[in-house]
């Protein structure tokens, strides 16, 4: 991905915000539904996006373009991957641990759509853009956070750990950190930088969840059949330059590590990621795996 200084939320990264909040939207919207999110069509709504997305699953017999059913067929994934993440941060919650750390939030939610204890704290961080867009939206929608909500809009290949802090994170708390769909926009050396910083910030009992390519072959052959079918040319946002893999980093340093592929993850929630529109087992979204780690107790 080309270095840019900074992006709003229809151009660079935030426009895959954009899509992944009208996702969330289809997903709420299926009769099968993983999540529930009544605030994620009032981001697609906010703004008129480059790329028309789909912001709701069609009616049994309703006629879908080729480039819907692309889209479609990615918020099936979407869900999938929504849920592994609002599970393992309320796994989190039900442990003891009263402090999460969203890396990257987007256009997330969860401090609005999930049950938080009273005492709990969220701290999203993303492009202060981002950001302003997202509060302005949940403003207007008088929406009210469930819980303690801390923005930080800085880009996390700075140093946004001190920035975290002002926020009145601690680093002597148990911390639970979200990395959804971050890895993927990160070079090798920032990816790398941000593994650093988040075991710098972590007490122990501490835990991780993030989300990386597997196969760069499949992830290049994926990004392509995307960009034909649904318009996104989300190429150029990924880097794919190879890198070693993050469990190489976690162990030695006192991470326990589990990895999942998406298709073991879909059938924990019963369901698979066979395209419904064509019947072809093709991949609605990057080849992905999904780790999580805990940090060794002291």
Known sequence: MTRQRGWDIVTGPGITALGIAAARGVESSRPDALIDDPFALAFARAVDSPVPFPLRWPEPGEPVSDRQAQTLHTSRFIGVRSRFYDDFVQDALRA????AVLLAAGLDTRAYRLDWPAEATVYELDQPRVVAFKNEVLQRERARPRCRRVTVGIDLRNEWAAALAAGGFSPDAPTVW????????????AEKKLLERV?????????LAL???GSLAAVTADL???RARSGLDASSLFNLEPRPHPVQWLRPRGWTVREDDDA???RRYDRDLTDPFTGQDSRPWQDTRFLT???ARA
């Open 211 to 213: 989300d990386r390519f």
């Open 178 to 189: 979200v990395a959804e769909g971050l890895l993927g926009y990160l070079s090798p050396d």
């Open 224 to 226: 392509e059949r995307l």
């Open 264 to 266: 073991t993850v879909a």
């Open 96 to 99: 003891g641990i009263r402090q």
């Open 199 to 207: 075991t710098a910030c972590s007490a122990p009992g501490s835990r």
């Open 293 to 295: 780690a805990d940090l």
